[in-house]
């Protein structure tokens, strides 16, 4: 049950402009940098000429000297006197940091070495066509131009064109005497210019046209007030989440709750980037960290180049097995119960860097392995290949366990198990469902199995899984199946069909072992998932299947027999001889039975 209660507020737009430039407010560490593009800032700013709603804003209050998370400047407020002098924010905003940032960026300008919209590295500066205000267009009311754009000097630095033009900057609006001193310079711009047109006329025209004139402006003005004044009096609804301290567990965990459920149109933030600011105030700056072991190992950075938030999760995940491993899983001595993200937020400073260096060393040892193609690898020959990511951790950990707590004979058997476990998790499909609660659950039955000298119940679960496994229904290279059935061809030493080689020296792609214009044109199949299924689907080189194209089975077969023994090249991508034949008759369905058999004989052996 949560006990952060949060409580609504309105609170004029303008005045969480005013928090945020004199350095009552700021952000986490944890936030990201501003990412809208010039046409999102533009977007905001018309929606707020037309008082439409804008979301609402999510604010966490401070204790003073107790926040639990170190906090910066919204950025482009840096050089503001108020806060470049004295920034002791007593509010940090949670969600709402892009338009705020937005907003500051439109109505104070800052230079481009602290903030540029997305996608540029120029200055822009925002303006307001008044007329289009006058005719009750707001859509096309708002435009941008960079520091270089002609325009820019025009009307930024000269009054009299924004005067004859009515085009103001948004610097002029951001606050409500700026604004009324301008309306009241181009009033008086306005009666000098009707005066010197009507000098000629009789001194009654010139006051009864001064008069309508002047009644004119009042009416544009009156006009402008009704859009711009929704940049000052737009009541916005803040929602406050009470104070909390930094030792408080129960609240940063839910704080880590709220993150996962917001920021749905902004940038998505991760425990990483919390837990990053919760250590700054301990000096450990995490990202810091990461950027090095990614430096320093290269299959770290390849999981990354494929998906850094995920391998930054995979490391804290790592962290926290760990740190639980070393308490016997004695949670009442663990600053975390498990390795979810609003447990995670929790793993303190203590020997925290010893940790991290720790979990990325077995992290890449676990992907060396994994990615291995030797007799004690799995296959995985390129992270997209690799079945289930969020396996790493739990392996990792065994592997640290493995060779810094057993003896060498039982670290025999205790490989012996990973690489069981291993498998029995990939073809169970273990890891489909809530990774965090699979990987502590395992990680505890592998260390009992290793105590106790018996094989771990996950092994006979798997095996009756895989017994009732329907393969045909395998269609989806995303699938742990799909990619496990792939890595055990490449270990295998599967050769490629048409050229003898080992597969390994060629391009490799995922390919029809009967071609799918062949089975759509000649057997008139039209369902997808069984055209695609993995029992239709090897790996060989580019250039076989670029030969092959839609030629039946049987055919190409036949080339094949001109290399040498067909068998001796098909059987390592589980294609025995009696699949062979099904080839030769072009019998498709036969073919996906003696498959599936083939491949599911291979998987029980595997967990024998």
Not at 534 to 558: C, F, M, Q, V, W
């Amino acid at each position: 049950m949560f006990k952060i209660r949060p409580k609504p507020e309105e609170v004029p737009l303008s005045k969480i402009i005013e928090w945020a430039t004199n350095g009552e407010l700021g952000i986490p560490e944890f936030q990201r940098k501003f990412a809208w593009t010039r046409q999102d800032i533009e977007e905001l700013l018309v929606s707020i000429l037309k008082g439409y709603f804008i979301g609402s804003f999510l604010f966490l209050k401070i204790i003073s000297g107790q926040a639990p998370f170190a906090s910066r400047p919204l950025q482009g407020t840096e050089r503001l006197p108020k806060v470049n002098a004295d920034f002791n924010p007593r509010i940090l905003v949670l969600d709402g940091q892009q338009r705020i940032t937005s907003l500051i960026y439109a109505l104070y300008a800052p230079k481009a070495d602290l903030i540029t919209p997305k996608y540029t590295s120029k200055q822009y500066f925002f303006f307001l066509k008044l007329k289009e205000l006058e005719d009750g267009n707001a859509d096309n009311a708002v435009f941008s131009c960079s520091e270089d754009d002609k325009r820019t000097k025009k009307y930024l630095s000269n009054e009299e064109s924004q005067y004859r033009e009515k085009i103001i900057p948004f610097i002029i609006l951001r606050s409500k005497d700026e604004w009324n001193n301008w309306v009241n310079k181009f009033k008086n711009y306005q009666r000098k210019k009707i005066l010197e047109e009507l000098k000629e006329r009789r001194s009654s025209e010139i006051i009864e046209e001064i008069n309508r004139r002047l009644n004119g402006l009042d009416e544009q003005v009156k006009k402008w007030n009704e859009y711009i004044n929704n940049l000052f009096e737009y009541p916005t609804s803040v929602v406050y989440l009470p104070e909390i301290r930094a030792d408080d567990r129960e609240s940063l965990e839910q704080i880590t709750l709220i993150f996962e459920k917001i920021n749905t149109t902004g940038v998505k933030l991760s425990v990483f980037d919390l837990l990053n600011a919760r250590l700054y105030l301990k000096g450990i700056r995490l990202h810091n960290l990461w950027e090095e072991s990614v430096q320093n190992y290269e299959t770290l950075k390849e999981l990354s180049n494929d998906n850094s938030d995920l391998a930054k999760i995979l490391v804290l995940r790592t962290i926290g097995l760990l740190r639980l491993l070393r308490v016997n899983f004695n949670t009442e001595k663990s600053e975390i119960s498990d390795i979810k993200n609003r447990s995670l937020i929790n793993l303190t400073s203590n020997k925290f860097e010893d940790d991290w260096h720790i979990a990325i060393e077995y992290i890449d040892k676990a992907l060396k392995r994994i990615m291995s193609t030797s007799d004690d690898g799995f296959g995985a020959f390129m992270i997209k290949w690799i079945p289930y990511k969020a396996m790493i951790p739990v392996f990792a950990v065994f592997l640290y366990y493995i060779e810094n707590e057993l003896e060498f004979l039982r670290r025999v058997y205790a490989i012996e198990i990973l690489k069981k476990w291993y498998w029995a998790s990939v073809f169970s499909e273990r890891y489909s469902g809530s990774p965090e609660n699979t990987s502590l659950e395992d990680l505890k039955e592998l260390i009992n199995s290793i105590k106790d000298m018996k094989m771990p119940e996950i092994i006979n679960k798997a095996i009756i899984y895989i017994k009732g496994l329907n393969l045909r229904k395998v269609y989806s290279s995303s699938s742990a199946v799909y990619r496990g059935v792939m890595d055990l061809i490449i270990l295998n030493g599967a050769k490629d069909f048409l050229y003898g080689d080992d597969i390994a020296f060629y391009e490799l792609e995922d390919h029809h072992i009967f071609p799918r214009r062949y089975l759509e044109k000649e057997l008139k199949l039209g369902e997808k998932a069984l055209i695609n299924t993995i029992l239709n689907r090897t790996l060989i080189s580019k250039r076989t299947n670029d030969h092959i194209k839609s030629r039946a089975p049987s055919e190409y077969l036949r080339e094949i027999e001109h290399i040498g023994d067909p068998s001796s090249i098909l059987e390592p991508h589980f294609i025995p001889t009696p699949c062979i034949e099904h080839m030769r008759n072009n019998n498709y369905d036969e073919f996906l039975n003696c498959r599936e058999q083939a491949i599911k004989s291979k998987l029980l052996q595997l967990l024998k």
